[in-house]
Structure formats: C-alpha cells, structure tokens
C-alpha cells in the first residue's frame, strides 16, 4: 500500500506538469489550429533562465518573473516571425515549423547555456512529507498548487472574461469572429503568449525536482501532446484530465513493471488513442460534409 501511495504522488506532481504542457497545446491548437511542438521548449526556457539569472545573483522570485517575460516575448517571436507569415499554409507545414523552431531554440539554449543538468532550491526545504507511509516532497505540493491555480485562472478567463469569449470566438470560426471585429491575430498572438508563461511556469515549479537542461522540452513537447490527444486535442479540461492520467500511468507503470518502458508510455497512449478514440476523451466527433 505505501508504495501504491508514492507511485500516486510521483504520478500526480509529473502529471500536473504534463496538463500544463497539454494546456499550452490546447489554448494555441484552439485559437489558431496550430499544434505548436516548440511547447515543450517554453518549459526548457523557464526553468533555465530562472537558473542562470539566479546563479548570477538575481533574487529567485524576480528571476522567476525575468524568466516569464522573457518565454512570453519568444512566444510572440515565435508566432510573428515563424507561425503569422505561413497562415495559410497546410498543417503539416505549419507543424514542420513549429518543429523547426523547437530545433532551433534548443540549439540557441546550448550555446547561450551549458549542456549540463541544472536545478533550482526548493522552495519550503527538501525534507519529504510523510504520508500514509509514503514521503512526497514540499515542492510536489508546490507544483500541484501551482498547477490548480493556472488552470483555475485560464477557465476563469476564458468563462468570465470578454477576453475569453474572443477567444472562443476566434477558436470556433475565425472569419465570423473577424467579421464582427474581432482582433482575431492579436488573440492569436496572445494564445501564443499565454501558453509560452505556462510553458515557463511548468518549468520553473518543477525544476527543483526533475533538474532542467537545453534538451529537456523535447520529450515534453511529446508527453504533453500526448496527454492533450488523450484528454481531446481542444479540450482543456481534457488536457488537465489527459496530463494527470499520464503521470499517473507513467508512475505505476515504471514502480509495478519496468522504469525501462516510462517514456514509451505517452507514445503507447498516443496510438491508442489513435485506433481506439481519435478525439480523445473529452473531444467531439468531427463532421464534415463535401
């Protein structure tokens, strides 16, 4: 039983990381129907910023926020100079862009950076919390709340906001929602900025845990597809829903058979998914008619 209880911690603290990533995913692929596989590299620049700004004497709290602004500007840049001069253009161009665009942030990140493994202090000490029998560590709670707060905050704005009604304006049709004057590039633009803060805040929060690299947004960007095809690609509840029953499978699957087959769990999900429910869990059939 206690470690039936650690395999859930573990799991949910991952899995609140990857329906962050999958968050990110669904407000830009919802705006602009835009699968933007750079993601992951938004997670990677938090957390390594944060890193090199506080290892030169920045206070954590403002080089967590230095952080954030500066993942939110390349976001911008990102869809300004990569993502608004190729609208038009197929999916698949658009995916090889934004694949494109994860090369070359990383390769960016290595030479501005290190290729070592870096970690932030914890927040409220590294002593574990016993539980049950289990231990799970201040900074997993961290995480959970941080995360709890993200997602509270992105369906309040999306639900009570006239913000958040463009954005679903823009997301249901774009031509209708520009027809009623609707700045629909600049809420696509911010899609792109507020999914790069979330990206940057995944990363800051779970740093401390997990370390941060040049190279670690990669199979982020992968895990948090995958949690955001499961749950619905769309959906944000299905992205939160599809994050923690990831972390949740990738934990149990690694403590009961082999930690060896943990990152082919999100690839497994993802055909799955494929054969057995395309539009995930929490996504709608699709119709169209010719």
């Keep these: 039983m206690p470690e ?9 603290t991952v899995g609140a990381v990857y329906a962050l990533v999958a968050l990110g995913f669904t407000l830009i692929y919802n705006a602009s129907d835009v699968v933007n596989f750079a993601q992951g590299e938004f997670v990677m620049l938090g957390g390594m910023v ?8 920045v206070p954590l709290p403002i080089a967590a926020a230095l952080a954030i602004f500066a993942t939110v500007l390349v976001g911008l840049a990102l869809y300004a100079f990569a993502i608004d001069p190729a609208r038009g253009s197929s999916a698949v ?17 290595q030479v501005i950076f290190d290729k070592r493994f870096h970690a932030l202090p914890h927040w409220f000490g590294s002593e574990p919390i ?20 993200i997602v509270a905050l992105i369906f309040v704005i999306i639900d009570r906001t006239i913000l958040g009604r463009a954005i679903l304006a823009t997301a249901a049709n774009r031509l209708a929602a520009r027809l009623v004057g609707i ?15 979330i990206g940057a805040v995944a990363g800051i929060l779970v740093t401390p ?31 939160v829903v599809g ?33 057995l429910r395309p539009q995930g869990l929490f996504g709608k059939k699709s119709v169209e008619r010719v």
């Design 93 to 109: 161009t658009v995916i090889i862009i934004t694949i494109g665009a994860s090369i070359f942030l990383r390769g960016v990140a």
């Design 243 to 275: 994050g923690i029953l990831l972390g949740l499978a990738e934990s149990f699957g690694a403590g009961l058979i082999s930690s060896k087959y943990k990152d082919a769990i999100a690839f497994l999900i993802i055909l799955a998914t494929l054969f």
């Design 50 to 57: 944060t890193v090199f700004l506080h290892l030169a004497g």
């Design 183 to 197: 700045p629909v590039r600049k809420i696509v633009a911010l899609s792109f900025a507020l999914s790069a803060a």
């Design 130 to 149: 016993r539980f049950g029998g289990a231990a799970i560590l201040p900074q997993s709670l961290v995480v959970l709340a941080g995360a709890a707060i």
């Design 4 to 12: 039936l209880l650690q395999f859930a911690f573990s799991g949910l």
């Design 209 to 239: 845990i997990t370390l941060t690299s040049y190279d670690v947004g990669t199979l982020l960007a992968l895990k948090g597809f995958a949690a955001a095809m499961l749950g619905g690609m769309g959906s944000a509840v299905g992205a």
